[in-house]
């Protein structure tokens, strides 16, 4: 399969072969076809295969449509309003989507493409707002907030694509997000990406899109072959610390990102790693805009060698070097730990994701795989293997017979029999 047989205009394909594509990946070769047929999209694919293109590239058509054969100009006295409008979760996904529908669309004469954010100032966006728009990409929020000062102009939106809609309903953009659908043209194509089509998501679905075609690449059940997954069980904070360091610190060690659980656990490993002597920013969602951009800069340009982040800072990560994702916090969530392993092995390369578990992690560690249906194979690091017995997450069924455990707080696993924890009860980072 070649990018030619997909029916893309000639500056598009000019744009994918500067990019060094040879051939469309799948959801690319699924998704253009009927999507530049004009026809709604329901979308799941993995991170990593390429599903900004799958958009981007069909949006772009669009664009070319409308500039005819380059003799009519536009009319500059008239508010016009873009017709392409991407809704993306995060800052960094809508930075990411604007930097693909710029490289892609090199060759679009006059290509105007803006994102509309929010932690940055009003001012640049209320210009790019006010001048002729061809691609608007937007996290809803912000724009929610242009369409009510009478600022954003939906009437020319011709095709409207929801990237990470999952994520976006986690983040409680619902309201949002159909608000912004109503505002614009009931004729215009809808597309949809999510890692998954179930409950609210496959109800918006139902909402937004008429009869979608449903294009399923690879559910979150398949193996990312590219990415090697290792679970390493830590006896307590001081032994996790031990593995981090020693994995940190391996040769094949490209760059890094670090998960925590919290922003403050985010802030405080950081802190530790800089002490040691890494190059090392954090990433949550509690920063300003700038330093987010900043620091995703550093880590482009290998200033930065590990990044500690959140989930929420997680997504549009897209950084081909980043050899390692390591769990150093258990996400809250068992689809996020898809998410945060898709952060490695991208575009081709190799990756490894770590997770470091303690024994009150042993449930969420059993919930992933349960998720993924894969178990995440158990390592050992020489010299640092876990004093206790690994722990076994299935417990439940081991119980012994006709012994009471008593109420169980905080949903932790049970305490295995004849075992104790030291005085103070497991020791943690700050959380
Ligand atoms: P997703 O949104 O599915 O997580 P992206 O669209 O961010 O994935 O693409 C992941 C990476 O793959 C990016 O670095 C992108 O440049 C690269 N990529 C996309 N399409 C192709 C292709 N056809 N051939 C090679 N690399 C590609
Ligand atoms: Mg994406």
Do not use: C
Not at 147 to 163: Q, V
Not at 184 to 207: I, Y
Not at 365 to 384: D, K
Not at 395 to 415: D, L, Q, V, Y
């Amino acid at each position: 399969m070649s990018f030619d047989t997909l029916g893309l205009h000639a500056a598009l394909s000019r744009a994918v072969a500067d990019a060094g594509y040879t051939e469309p990946t799948e959801v690319q070769s699924r998704a253009i076809p009927p999507a530049l047929a004009g026809r709604d999209l329901m979308v799941s694919s993995s991170t990593g295969s390429g599903k900004t293109a799958s958009f981007v590239l069909p949006a772009l058509t669009k664009v070319l449509a409308a500039r005819g054969d380059g003799t009519q100009r536009r009319d500059r006295s008239a508010p016009q309003g873009p017709r392409i409008l991407v809704l993306t979760p995060t800052r960094e996904l809508a930075m990411q989507v604007a930097k693909a529908a710029v490289d892609y669309g090199r060759h679009v004469p006059g290509l105007r493409v803006a994102t509309i954010v929010g932690g940055v100032p009003y001012g640049a966006q209320l210009k790019a707002l006010r001048g002729p728009l061809d691609v608007l990409i937007a996290t809803p929020g912000r724009l929610i907030d242009h369409m009510e000062s009478g600022r954003a102009m939906l009437a020319n939106i011709e095709m409207l694509i929801l990237d990470e809609a999952d994520r976006m309903l986690d983040m409680g953009f619902i309201e949002p997000i159909h608000h912004i659908a109503a505002a614009t043209p009931k004729t215009r194509q809808t597309m949809m990406f999510s890692a998954t089509f179930a409950g609210h998501v496959g109800r918006l679905a139902e909402e937004l899109l008429r009869e979608p075609q449903r294009i399923d690449v690879s559910s979150h059940t398949e193996a990312h072959a590219d990415i090697e997954q290792r679970l390493h069980w830590a006896d307590d904070l001081e032994h996790k610390n031990a593995l981090l360091d020693h994995i940190l610190t391996e040769r094949s060690m490209e760059q890094a990102v670090v998960f925590t659980s919290t922003q403050r656990d985010a802030d405080w490993l950081a802190d530790r790693l800089a002490d040691m002597g890494h190059h090392v920013a954090s990433l949550h969602g509690g920063h300003p805009q700038g330093r987010r951009t900043r620091v995703l800069q550093g880590l482009r340009s290998k200033q930065l060698k590990i990044l500690v982040a959140t989930d929420v800072a997680s997504r549009g990560i897209d950084v081909p070097s980043i050899s390692h994702v390591i769990n150093y916090g258990l996400p809250m969530k068992a689809e996020d730990y898809v998410h945060r392993i898709g952060r490695t092995g991208r575009a081709g390369r190799a990756g490894l994701a770590v997770t470091l578990a303690e024994r009150r992690d042993a449930q969420m560690v059993h919930r992933i795989q349960h998720f993924t249906t894969q178990r995440i194979p158990a390592a050992t690091i020489a010299g640092l293997e876990p004093k206790r017995v690994e722990p076994k997450p299935f417990a439940r069924t081991e119980r012994p017979a006709g012994k009471s455990f008593g109420p169980r707080p905080n949903g932790r696993p049970f305490k295995p029999a004849g075992k104790t924890f030291s005085k103070n009860g497991p020791s943690r980072a700050p959380r």
